[in-house]
């Protein structure tokens, strides 16, 4: 089987941005799950995402400084990652400015911090910083997080030749897939009202089936916005 059934791990009760007709569904996983494919496949499903306004990139360049702190754990590379971050930003602020319609985003600014700096901070200050970043930052109303064996993720990364991915080994793809996993176990301590749905993206990756799933998803999610439980 290239996917495991779809698990709702948890429910979103609440919305993006405040929006009753809107979903936001952001795509996480560590390099080499399959995200670029998987939204490239499932795209056709949603609406297309507006892009960002002036207004939405200096919004992002003054909360992005809240940041700060944690992208200076990377020395050699923090002006490109502020600079990353802060078109996430912009980008995720133009959308959830919207009222209406469908979204899939590919790593957005979630899967950005989960992923990237998720890795570098202690593990007792990711519940006291997921906090503060949420102050600043929309939860999707669902995640779609992608798996896999590290050997798996490996030979896709090997294979599509991405200079800034070539040192990426089996070993260091494992503590990556670990610490993302223990992110998000904490994002839904935090909070519990966020619908995850995993996949697992090994020998066959992903593919027109497992894509197809955003249906159930769209369908779950607007199940759960009208009829929260409790």
């Known amino acids: 089987m290239s996917f495991l059934s779809c698990t709702i791990e948890a429910r979103r009760t609440g919305c993006v941005g405040g929006s009753m007709n809107r979903f936001v569904i952001e795509l996480m996983g560590p390099p080499g799950s399959g995200k670029s494919h998987f939204h490239e496949l499932a795209a056709s499903k949603f609406d297309k995402a507006p892009k960002p306004t002036e207004k939405h990139r200096r919004k992002a360049i003054i909360v992005s400084l809240s940041f700060a702190p944690f992208i200076v ?40 911090l989960c992923s990237s ?3 570098r901070i202690p593990r007792w200050a990711i519940t006291p910083v997921l906090r503060m970043w949420s102050v600043h930052l929309d939860l999707p109303d669902a995640i779609i997080y992608l798996d896999g064996d590290p050997k798996f993720l490996s030979a896709r990364i090997e294979h599509r ?4 991915e070539r040192l990426k080994t089996p070993s260091d793809l494992e503590f990556s897939r670990e610490r993302i996993a223990f992110f998000l176990t904490k994002l839904k301590e935090a909070h519990p009202d966020t619908a995850v749905f995993n996949f697992r993206t090994d020998e066959e990756g992903v593919d027109a089936r497992m894509a197809s799933q955003v249906d159930n998803i769209l369908d779950s999610t607007r199940a759960i916005r009208e009829n929260p439980p409790g």
């Open 73 to 112: 754990l990377f020395p050699r590379k923090r002006h490109g990652l502020i600079r990353m971050f802060q078109r996430k930003l912009a980008a995720w602020y133009a959308l959830t400015e919207r009222t209406t319609g469908s979204y899939l985003v590919e790593e957005g600014p979630w899967n950005f």
């Open 161 to 164: 030749g991405r200079r800034n």
């Open 117 to 119: 700096l998720g890795t």
